[in-house]
């Protein structure tokens, strides 16, 4: 089993920053992706970004690419999300991710994001 525990949400006004931290532990060598979903009141859940552990090969939504950056720290088995110039349309809960081997999905608790216009 993987855990995850994410920090860094709150409120902040459009155009301010804010960066999300995930930590996981547990069966950490089985991570080989690591990410983070969003899902804000009356939408389906949607991948942000991730990156993969083997070669830091990232991914990025659509409306949040050239605002936030996904990044690891392998010694504290971290993933963080900068998030910069935000929009009131990113306001969501936020949850980190992570798939280990053989195909196994684990899941934060989810942390707030509201962003005021």
């Known amino acids: 089993q993987v855990q995850l525990v994410e920090s860094g949400g709150g409120l902040v006004q459009a155009g301010g920053s804010l960066r999300l931290s995930c930590a996981a532990s547990?069966?950490?060598?089985?991570?080989?992706?690591m990410g983070w979903f969003r899902q804000a009141p009356g939408k389906e859940r949607e991948l942000v970004a991730t990156v993969n552990w083997s070669d830091d090969r990232t991914y990025y939504l659509d409306p949040v690419k050239g605002r936030f950056t996904i990044s690891r720290d392998n010694a504290k088995n971290t993933v963080y999300l900068q998030m910069n110039s935000l929009k009131p349309d990113d306001t969501a809960v936020y949850y980190c991710?992570?798939?280990?081997?053989?195909?196994?999905?684990?899941w934060g608790q989810g942390t707030q994001v509201t962003v005021s216009s």
């Open positions: 991710y992570a798939r280990g081997s053989p195909g196994n999905d684990y």
């Open positions: 547990g069966r950490t060598f089985s991570i080989y992706v």
